[in-house]
């Protein structure tokens, strides 16, 4: 079934630790998201994909990166979390166009740092 | 089932007259809704939301938006375009779902302001 998903969905870690979230999609998009969502419930963009091999960082400042090898795996790293990183991540994918839109989200994981 | 719709695939505006976006929803419980904006080659950028309170929200950029509720309506506007403002414009929800929160996003408007 095409659909998106991200692992984990809860994730408790230290700090310092190196962590990497997961998200793939099996829908065949070419454009993918990842999205931070704040206490204000609102989205902020921290990082996007064109396609393979093309990443670029968002409106929102972060310090995670992102890689994108192959069209359905876009995984987000955290080379040393700190407790400023607790947060939900959402990741997307989709097509946009005149008339309409093919946005699809994952289900988030919620990332504790203590 | 719960839909927002965006009832304009397309908006022309020419530059310094007032915009307006149009947004309706259709959810059960109070909704907490939202406006992005998506420029090309990028992803959504958020503009405003309304959660409770003031029915008139002031956003980024000079937008605002009108929550209404008997009409279950949240239509973005602007005093006064600007040719930068041409993007394509979601109105979304978020509702509660199976113990959790998702967003329900409308199917988009792009805007065109003319000089």
């Known amino acids: 079934e095409a659909d998106i998903y991200q692992t984990p969905r809860y994730l408790v870690i230290g700090t310092g630790k190196k962590i990497t979230l997961e998200c793939s999609q099996t829908?065949?998009?070419?454009?993918m998201y990842w999205y931070q969502q704040d206490p204000g419930m609102e989205l902020h963009l921290i990082h996007y994909?064109?396609?393979?091999?093309?990443?670029e960082k968002g409106d929102l400042s972060s310090e995670s990166t992102v890689s994108r090898i192959r069209t359905e795996h876009f995984p987000l790293t955290l080379e040393s979390a700190r407790p400023s990183h607790t947060s939900q991540y959402l990741c997307?994918?989709?097509?946009?166009?005149?008339?309409?839109?093919?946005?699809?989200f994952g289900s988030g994981t919620r990332l504790t740092v203590v | 089932a719960q839909s927002v719709a965006q009832p304009e695939d397309q908006v022309n505006v020419a530059e310094g007259n007032p915009l307006t976006v149009k947004c309706t929803y259709s959810?059960?419980?109070?909704?907490?809704l939202f406006w992005y904006v998506q420029y090309p080659n990028r992803g959504l950028q958020f503009l405003l939301k309304?959660?409770?309170?003031?029915?008139l929200v002031k956003g980024s950029y000079g937008f605002e938006a009108e929550f209404n509720k008997s009409q279950t309506s949240f239509h973005l506007k602007k005093p006064s375009a600007l040719v930068s403002d041409s993007a394509l414009y979601f109105c979304?929800?978020?509702?509660?779902?199976?113990?959790?929160?998702?967003?329900?996003f409308g199917t988009g408007t792009r805007l065109k302001v003319l000089a």
């Open positions: 997307a994918s989709g097509e946009t166009g005149f008339g309409g839109y093919g946005y699809t």
């Open positions: 829908m065949g998009h070419d454009k």
């Open positions: 994909s064109y396609g393979v091999n093309s990443t």
């Open positions: 959810v059960s419980g109070n909704p907490y």
């Open positions: 309304y959660i409770t309170g003031d029915n």
């Open positions: 979304a929800v978020r509702v509660r779902a199976s113990g959790t929160y998702k967003y329900i």
